[in-house]
């Protein structure tokens, strides 16, 4: 299986920081690494995908970069509702993957 | 909008079977193109996919729990089920179903339930 890794676990930020949360896979996924954002007893959100596709109505302080094995998600202006948990998943082969989750909390 | 909601026995004792069904609305479940998967996340632990289905009755599992998981659709009801076996205390968790969209081939998850709790325990 494809292991995926997440820097950092955790992240304290300030409303209107930039952030960004890195992603790195054991083997080479070309670009197909999505990003979700997780909330507690919510649906988790669909914000990247194919690595920098952004998916529908997410707002555009939301951007993702990478290919290969390393990935970035980046978050300018940090807003109230964007605390959360990040999670990057790859789809270059199954069984598909995902990484340990960033919990980014409000300084 | 899409919206996928799950439903089942959200306390499961161990060895026995745990049953979770996702009803899907707002899109039929027979639409081409798509798959319909379930996920995992236990407490602490990243997100583990399960496996998924087609409409057409097509599936596939991820090798870990391959040997304990059955997933089914039932295109007339518009929703999907998953049961696992022989369950366990490691298999607490909040399960979700979601929808994969595929682009070139290749899936992301793009719509989501909002997930339900699961614990194995005596």
């Known amino acids: 299986d494809i292991e995926m890794t997440q820097a950092p676990s955790s992240l304290s930020a300030s409303v209107g920081d930039r952030v960004t949360i890195t992603c790195r896979a054991s083997q080479s996924i070309n670009t197909y690494l999505n990003w979700y954002q997780l909330k507690p007893g919510k649906a988790p959100k669909l914000l990247i995908y194919d690595a920098s596709t952004f998916q529908s109505g997410v707002p555009s302080r939301f951007s993702g970069s990478g290919s290969g094995t390393d990935f970035t998600l980046t978050i300018t202006s940090l807003q109230r509702e964007d605390f959360a948990t990040y999670s990057c998943q790859q789809s270059y082969i199954t069984p598909y993957t995902f990484g340990q989750g960033t919990k980014l909390e409000i300084k | 909008q899409l919206q996928l909601r799950e439903s089942g026995s959200g306390l499961v004792r161990p060895s026995q079977t745990l049953s979770l069904t996702c009803a899907v609305s707002g899109g039929s479940i027979s639409s081409e193109g798509f798959s319909w998967n379930w996920l995992r996340q236990a407490p602490g632990k990243g997100l583990e996919w399960i496996g998924y289905?087609?409409?057409?009755?097509?599936?596939y599992y991820n090798p870990s729990l391959k040997s304990r998981v059955t997933i089914s659709v039932d295109t007339s009801k518009n929703q999907f089920s998953l049961t696992m076996t022989s369950v366990t205390a490691a298999d607490t968790a909040v399960y979700h179903c979601a929808r994969g969209y595929y682009t070139n081939y290749v899936p992301h998850f793009d719509s989501w339930g909002p997930g339900t709790l699961v614990t194995v325990s005596s």
């Open positions: 289905i087609y409409h057409t009755g097509n599936s």
